[in-house]
């Protein structure tokens, strides 16, 4: 499995953007994809995570009610939909999929066997 990250740029805080990651190859009915960023300086967090079958969806304290991942089985795609982004959002951002995270593993990055390349967001005050 390839996964493949796009949508990043640059923007002023409260400023949207969205992030889309396309997965080639086989993401069986366990899939979780999921969202980390890392910050310059800083270590690699989770953002948000969703699972293919049932959609359900985990999200990082710091995006909620900001942040929303959503996902399209069939075009094998999760997106992140960043609204009113903060400077503190600045960082790159990585998508990852794994087809045996479990539940409480979801914000963990070791759990997941495949990574994207990362996309920068950058959001200016």
């Known amino acids: 499995v390839q996964l493949q990250a796009s949508g990043g740029g640059s923007v002023q805080a409260g400023g949207s953007l969205r992030l889309s990651c396309v997965a080639s190859g086989n993401t069986v009915s366990g899939w979780t994809m999921s969202w980390f960023r890392q910050a310059p300086g800083k270590e690699r967090e989770f953002v948000a995570a969703?699972?293919?079958?049932?959609?359900?969806?985990l999200y990082a304290d710091s995006v909620k009610g900001r942040f929303t991942i959503s996902k399209d089985r069939a075009k094998k795609t999760a997106d992140l939909q960043m609204n009113n982004l903060r400077p503190e959002d600045t960082a790159i951002y990585y998508c990852a999929g794994g087809s045996t995270v479990i539940l409480s593993a979801r914000a963990t990055p070791n759990a997941y066997a495949y990574w994207g390349q990362g996309t920068l967001v950058t959001v200016s005050s």
């Open positions: 969703i699972r293919w079958n049932g959609g359900s969806t």
